[in-house]
């Protein structure tokens, strides 16, 4: 199997000198998740197209992911952010042949 490591997205805006605003940060916080979802989406595309495109056996380990993001939000807001991006937890969930969650 060819092994592919997609990175954290969190980090890699708080590496580039963006802030969390907080769970409190209102429309601060609904902006901040939205781009990380954004980016973390693009990043998972990224790396299973790459894996795909090579015809052989890969494994793609996400160090976190999309369903990730609900847990930084209010419900409420995580639902909007899904609406708005016309995503459900079903298709997110649908994504993924494996996962496990380390606490």
Same mark, same amino acid.
């Given at each position: 199997?060819?092994?592919?490591?997609?990175?954290?997205?969190?980090?890699?805006?708080?590496?580039?000198?963006?802030?969390?605003?907080? #769970?409190?940060?209102?429309?601060?916080?609904?902006?901040? !998740?939205?781009? *990380?979802?954004?980016?973390? $989406?693009?990043? @998972?595309?990224?790396?299973?197209?790459?894996?795909?495109?090579?015809?052989?056996?890969?494994?793609?380990?996400?160090?976190?992911?999309?369903?990730? #993001?609900?847990?930084?939000?209010?419900?409420?807001?995580? !639902?909007?952010? *899904?609406?708005?991006?016309? $995503?459900?937890? @079903?298709?997110?969930?649908?994504?993924?042949?494996?996962?496990?969650?380390?606490?």
């Amino acid at each position: 199997y060819d092994v592919y490591r997609a990175p954290e997205v969190p980090t890699i805006l708080m590496n580039g000198g963006c802030k969390y605003p907080g #769970i409190d940060g209102g429309e601060k916080l609904f902006d901040f !998740e939205k781009h *990380l979802m954004d980016l973390q $989406l693009q990043t @998972e595309r990224s790396f299973t197209g790459v894996a795909a495109s090579t015809g052989r056996p890969s494994v793609v380990v996400m160090d976190r992911g999309m369903l990730d #993001i609900a847990a930084y939000l209010p419900q409420d807001k995580w !639902e909007e952010l *899904l609406k708005r991006n016309n $995503l459900t937890e @079903e298709y997110l969930l649908g994504r993924c042949t494996y996962n496990e969650y380390l606490i």
